[in-house]
């Protein structure tokens, strides 16, 4: 089993959907979770930063973990064609190490 | 605020001869930065970890005499790709931790480098 599972898509909606991505983990050890968007032939960009368990809320974004789950998801409301990227999710042990990320799902919001 | 600037964007080599790649945090002071490589439609892979002003510490399967890292400030970070082959060609991606948050890691945007 990965250490990190992510549905690798290609997901599509239209336009103004709301978005569910998702990730699963084995290490209940994670304590931070991250999610970044990557376009293409570009660097990822840092989203949204949580830590433990709970919701964050970011304008459109919205980020819950679920440590007893272990299963953390990101959602996007008003889906836009510019949303269309790759996520990623991360996760860290401990404070400044130990990332891992997701395999990171396709998005393809259609106008 | 928090840019990683990357260079160069792309760069076309021969076989046999040796890139460097730098990274630089611009606003920021970085203790700590990472360099990625990531094949088409895969995640990132952690080639290595380096901390300002000692070696880095590089992920199993990593040749470090074939990717050697410098981190000799703490807004820059290289890499340099010795003796490069074909199968060298990949996306290389660092990026930086602040020193006041070091579980954000903010991205650079990327090295393509192909090897010929």
């Known amino acids: 089993q990965k250490e990190v599972e992510q549905d690798p898509g290609p997901l599509s909606v239209p336009e103004g959907a709301i978005v569910s991505l998702n990730c699963t983990y084995s290490?209940?050890?994670?304590?931070?979770f991250m999610w970044y968007r990557q376009y293409s032939r570009k660097g990822p960009e840092l989203l949204m930063y949580?830590?433990?368990?709970g919701n964050k809320e970011d304008g459109r974004f919205t980020a819950q973990v679920d440590k007893s789950s272990k299963y953390i998801s990101l959602f996007i409301r008003d889906s836009q064609p510019s949303d269309s990227a790759t996520y990623l999710c991360?996760?860290?042990?401990?404070?400044?190490?130990?990332?891992?990320f997701g395999p990171g799902t396709r998005l393809s919001v259609l106008p | 605020g928090a840019v990683v600037s990357q260079h160069p964007s792309r760069v076309i080599c021969k076989s046999g001869t040796s890139v460097k790649i730098e990274c630089r945090s611009l606003?920021?002071?970085?203790?700590?930065m990472f360099w990625y490589r990531q094949f088409p439609k895969q995640s990132l892979m952690l080639m290595a970890t380096?901390?300002?002003?000692?070696?880095?510490?590089?992920e199993q399967g990593v040749e470090k005499d074939k990717f050697l890292i410098n981190h000799a400030s703490l807004t820059l970070s290289t890499l340099t790709v010795t003796s490069a082959h074909p199968e060298d060609s990949s996306f290389y991606i660092c990026?930086?931790?602040?020193?006041?948050?070091?579980?954000?890691?903010?991205f650079g945007a990327g090295t393509r480098l192909s090897v010929l």
């Open positions: 990026s930086a931790s602040p020193q006041g948050a070091k579980n954000i890691q903010y």
């Open positions: 290490n209940s050890a994670f304590q931070y």
């Open positions: 949580t830590y433990s368990s």
């Open positions: 991360a996760m860290s042990l401990n404070y400044g190490q130990n990332f891992v």
């Open positions: 606003d920021f002071q970085a203790t700590t």
């Open positions: 380096s901390n300002e002003g000692s070696k880095a510490t590089y």
